[in-house]
């Protein structure tokens, strides 16, 4: 963008008393970078999207303790916890201007949501009885479809139910005729990326996340 491009959305900001705005970057443009910086624009995050192509079964897991199975109404209560606790690393907590709690309860009432129908399929794995970790899955054109959220609670990591979840997602997909798979992930996330790469995904674009703050950056430009 071009600084009078640039210059047109922060009067617009304004006009629309936006408290935030978000925007994708390309990192390899330095020259840009620079140019939403000075116009008061901060980066918060890096964002990775990867994707999986083709039929290609999922790579078969050793034996896992725990289970994977769909979501059930009873789980509800016991994700919403999960969502609550277990997505601390994203844009919205590096930002430092979102309360943390509002953070926390986006990632909360995100869970709900899916599980209320606006993901298409939301898979549970279970720790000792009890919800340990999901998946969402979501169907978008033709043979295209998403990973949404996906979080494995602290106390179950390491037994392979992160691994499951995701191979149960993949042979969902399949079965739904859906050969290519995108999710994106934050760039500093490499076990997620380490799971992702494991089942054939690989990386389609790097994109930073810069955010800008209308009344921050005007009560910080020199006058």
Known sequence: ???????????????????????????????????LEEQGFRQVDMRVTLKRSGAVPPIPL???????????????????????TNHRNTRFRNDGHFPPSLCDA???????????????RVFVAEWDGQPAG??????????????GLFAVERRARGQGLGAGLL???????????VTDIHVATQGSNEPAQRAYRK???????VRAWFHYWPRLAESHSPR
Request: glycine content about 4%; overall charge negative.
């Open 62 to 84: 050793p034996l896992q303790r725990g289970r994977v199975r769909p979501f059930s109404e009873s789980d509800l209560d016991g994700l919403r916890e999960i969502a609550r």
């Open 167 to 177: 191979r149960d997602a993949i042979e969902w997909f399949q079965s739904e005729a």
């Open 1 to 35: 963008m071009t600084k009078r491009e640039l210059q047109s959305v922060r009067d617009w900001c304004r006009d629309e008393r936006i408290d935030c705005l978000y925007f994708l970057a390309d990192p390899a443009d330095a020259e840009g970078s620079c140019r």
């Open 134 to 147: 999901y998946i969402t899955c979501h169907r978008e054109i033709s043979k295209e479809g998403r990973i």
């Open 199 to 205: 089942q054939a995904f690989l990386v389609e674009s």
């Open 106 to 120: 986006l990632y909360e009432r995100w869970i709900e949501n899916s599980c209320r129908g606006q993901a298409d």
